[in-house]
């Protein structure tokens, strides 16, 4: 029995795979659970290591089996399964791994006993070496060159190249030493108070991220395929791009919203997101002082401890300050509301809520 177009299904994916034809889907794009406890509402998330294994082996053998001949395989995996999942692509199943991008994001888990997460490994596999698909000349996916935004160099290619691993601690803090045409990519992630936010899952990815990888690896009218829907984003993604879609998804509640979601895009609708995820937030030089047990620390003092750049102190003395947010008067001396702040001592209660740790 061949499954619809276009549309969800609820069930098992080692299941509902078998029911696809063999070699009828374009490309498949797979972010399975980490096996690391995540909780959700119906799958175990901490199964024992062959379990999780022989698991991955049986859905990632369907999705090798439904591939075109041509067909592209991408993967999006935690630390803990990334090299077994690699070698069961490659050895296995004999696919070929063309890419091993790495995504980039902020806000990850805060870890106390390691340095924190901030990225997920980006597997690129295609079935056939010598056959498929890769848009390398598709505007949205390129980015400029050196030689373009630095050099002004009359050899370079006027429509950009495409896009290229790093230490960094923000990007917006080192535009020029984190670049998008390397193979570690930069997207935010889609936190709860981002506008993209669907609500109702935890590990949303970003449209611009499933945007990059379905225009690339897919063309218009082609099939995409998702065997772990979780909060839709790449069926949104492939039907705002005018792909062909099947999803699966084993949660009856997350079916039932990732529906809504759909129903609630229209072919060719912009995706979410920004285009240019440097720009999203600003650099630290130029954020909002923060406080210290309710003492300002100013974007200068910053700059003393992390070395980072901050725009120039002001030169009229009457001027408000952009560094401290007080004022000074023609002699010199803090102004009355300023100078009446008195700064209380520290051990208050802290704001907000506590970040999760692990």
Same mark, same amino acid.
């Given at each position: 029995?061949?499954?619809?177009?276009?549309?969800?299904?609820?069930?098992?994916?080692?299941?509902?795979?078998? =029911?696809?034809?063999?070699?009828?889907?374009?490309?498949?794009?797979a972010d399975p659970p980490f096996n690391i406890g995540y909780d959700y509402d119906v799958?175990?998330?901490?199964?024992?290591?062959?379990?999780y294994l022989d698991w991955s082996r049986q859905w990632m053998g369907g999705v090798s089996r439904v591939l075109s001949p041509t067909g592209t395989f991408w993967l999006a995996i935690g630390d803990e399964y990334a090299a077994e999942?690699?070698?069961?692509? =490659?050895?296995?199943l004999k696919l070929t791994c063309r890419s091993w991008v790495i995504w980039y994001y902020t806000f990850g888990v805060n870890c106390t006993r390691k340095f924190n997460r901030s990225h997920v490994h980006l597997f690129h596999f295609v079935k056939d070496l010598k056959r498929f698909t890769f848009n390398f000349k598709e505007p949205a996916i390129r980015v400029p060159s050196a030689r373009q935004l630095v050099y002004a160099d009359t050899r370079a290619n006027p429509d950009g190249r495409l896009p290229d691993d790093t230490w960094i601690l923000r990007p917006q803090?080192?535009?020029?030493?984190?670049?998008?045409?390397?193979?570690?990519?930069?997207f935010a992630r889609v936190a709860g108070t981002f506008k993209?936010?669907?609500?109702?899952?935890?590990?949303?990815?970003?449209?611009?991220?499933?945007?990059?990888?379905?225009?690339?690896?897919?063309?218009?009218?082609?099939?995409?395929?998702?065997?772990?829907?979780?909060?839709g984003t790449t069926l949104v993604v492939a039907k705002k791009l005018k792909r062909r879609w099947i999803?699966?998804?084993?949660?009856?509640?997350?079916?039932?919203?990732?529906?809504?979601?759909?129903?609630?895009?229209?072919?060719?609708?912009?995706?979410?997101?920004?285009?240019?995820?440097?720009?999203s937030a600003p650099s630290t030089a130029n954020g909002k002082p923060i406080r210290q047990s309710k003492i300002l620390v100013t974007?200068?003092?910053? =700059?003393?401890?992390?070395?980072?750049?901050v725009p120039d102190a002001p030169t009229n003395a009457s001027e408000k300050s952009e560094h401290d947010g007080t004022s000074e008067s023609a002699n010199g001396h803090l102004t009355k509301r300023a100078a009446n702040r008195t700064p209380k001592p520290a051990g208050g209660r802290p704001r907000g809520r506590p970040t999760k740790s692990k």
């Open positions: 029995m061949a499954l619809a177009h276009n549309a969800l299904y609820q069930g098992d994916c080692i299941e509902r795979l078998a =029911q696809i034809d063999a070699g009828s889907v374009d490309l498949a794009f799958y175990d998330d901490r199964k024992p290591y062959d379990h999942l690699k070698l069961i692509a =490659q050895n296995d803090d080192v535009p020029d030493g984190f670049s998008e045409d390397e193979d570690t990519w930069y993209e936010r669907a609500g109702f899952h935890g590990c949303q990815m970003p449209e611009q991220l499933l945007g990059r990888i379905i225009r690339a690896s897919s063309n218009e009218g082609d099939v995409v395929l998702d065997p772990f829907g979780g909060s999803g699966f998804e084993l949660s009856t509640e997350y079916v039932e919203k990732i529906q809504a979601r759909l129903d609630g895009v229209d072919v060719d609708q912009p995706l979410d997101g920004p285009e240019d995820p440097l720009t974007p200068a003092e910053r =700059q003393t401890k992390f070395g980072l750049d």
